[in-house]
């Protein structure tokens, strides 16, 4: 079972830039994902990479954030780049599909004036 942790959430104005990082226990999925839910809305995709690095995204953040993700280190990226209002979620990783059973915290992304 592999543990995620992820971070990097924070405040920020919009047209700012975050970069999320998502930790794994151990090797982390073939195709690893981003994943967004907003209070009062379903979990949604945003982001997957392969573990080849072909990169897929979600119509509402195309062209503003790139994933990545470094296989020696377990460790995947999101960096997000002019933010908006409706960008503001709780932010988290997982495979794609989602293992049930790794769904971590989540770090919160606000986007606010």
């Known amino acids: 079972q592999v543990q995620l942790v992820e971070s990097g959430g924070g405040l920020v104005q919009p047209g700012g830039s975050l970069r999320l990082s998502c930790a794994a226990s151990?090797?982390?999925?073939?195709?690893m994902g981003w994943y967004r839910q907003a209070p009062g809305k379903s979990r949604e995709l945003v982001a997957e990479i392969t573990r080849g690095g072909t990169t897929n995204y979600a119509d509402s953040v195309k062209g503003r954030v790139t994933i990545s993700r470094d296989n020696a280190k377990n460790t995947v990226y999101l960096q997000m780049n002019s933010l908006k209002f409706e960008d503001t979620s709780v932010y988290f990783c997982?495979?794609?599909?989602?293992?049930?059973?790794?769904w971590g915290q989540g770090t919160q992304v606000t986007v606010s004036s």
């Open positions: 151990g090797r982390i999925f073939s195709t």
């Open positions: 997982n495979g794609v599909p989602a293992s049930r059973s790794s």
